[in-house]
């Protein structure tokens, strides 16, 4: 009888974890996503360029060194004060009013970038289409983002490189006339 008690009282204690591990997974829900398309005339690559959960947790892909044999995803974890700021921003009324596209295409169609944001609104979502976001160089041909897409953008590019650990294609947080310098 004891022998029983105590197995039974070893399955119980190796289940309980598990609920608790499912638990949170269930918790886990996806706050951001921004997919990052390249294309020219010859090829179209798709990736993650940056996802963040509710529990903090997030992913992306490498740029620089990308091997599509095993592509794996980098993981991280968001300080708490990173992901109360973004969820700040994600549910800011400026955010919530943006347009669902915004596309400028600098001189060449045959090439560009597209980012694909989507946002979680509770139990929906906010799509929003960056097609080559390039927020300084519209800035200086007259033609501005809103201030909302702007801060958007510095907050992905800055979460990405944290999460990553790479740096990004331009240096966009601390260069002349970058994110920084415009106060976001």
């Not at 997030?58 to 993981?75: G, N, S």
């Not at 700040?88 to 060449?108: A, C, H, I, K, T």
Request: charged fraction near 25%; hydrophobic fraction near 35%; glycine fraction near 8%.
């Amino acid at each position: 009888m004891k022998k029983r008690l105590v197995v039974v009282f070893l399955v119980l204690l190796t289940l309980g974890p598990m609920r608790l591990a499912h638990a949170q997974e269930s918790q886990r829900t996806p706050l951001l996503e921004v997919i990052l398309t390249n294309y020219d005339t010859a090829r179209t690559e798709t990736l993650v360029y940056l996802r963040v959960f509710s529990d903090g947790s997030a992913e992306a892909h490498p740029m620089r060194e990308i091997d599509f044999r095993t592509l794996a995803l980098k993981k991280a974890r968001l300080s708490s004060n990173d992901l109360s700021t973004l969820r700040e921003l994600l549910g800011s009324s400026q955010v919530q009013q943006l347009d669902p596209e915004y596309s400028r295409y600098w001189g060449n169609k045959d090439f560009g970038h597209k980012w694909q944001i989507m946002i979680a609104q509770g139990d929906k979502t906010k799509s929003i289409v960056l097609e080559n976001f390039e927020p300084f160089l519209a800035r200086t041909k007259k033609k501005p983002y809103p201030v909302a897409i702007e801060k958007l953008g510095c907050r992905v590019w800055e979460l990405r490189t944290k999460v990553t650990g790479e740096p990004l294609e331009r240096n966009y947080l601390g260069g002349r006339g970058g994110c920084r310098e415009l106060g976001y």
